[in-house]
């Protein structure tokens, strides 16, 4: 299974390259929108997408977007939960 994250393209880094900065939760990093793009690099500033190992691989709205980051969110508060359900377990089990 892949995982896209979402991010906002905010600047063209590297027009040769196709490469360009996107913001994904406050965190910058540079990613090649050759995948995304299909005219002028300038156009996609601004705009969400789907970010997978350094690629863009499909523009969002912003909706989209926004549902998405909160999905991952609470996925990472479940795993917390779950590793504290089981590290009281082990603590039990120890006890016992």
Request: glycine residues 8%; aromatic residues 2%; charged residues 25%.
């Amino acid at each position: 299974m892949c995982l896209g994250i979402p991010g906002q393209i905010i600047a063209i880094t590297d027009p040769t390259r196709q490469m360009a900065m996107a913001d994904v939760s406050g965190v910058r990093r540079e990613v090649n929108v050759a995948p995304v793009v299909s005219g002028a690099m300038e156009d996609i500033i601004g705009k969400w997408a789907l970010i997978h190992v350094g690629f863009a691989m499909a523009l969002i709205d912003e909706a989209e977007a926004e549902a998405t980051l909160q999905a991952l969110r609470d996925l990472g508060e479940a795993q917390e939960a779950l590793e504290a359900m089981a590290e009281g377990q082990k603590a039990l089990e120890v006890e016992t």
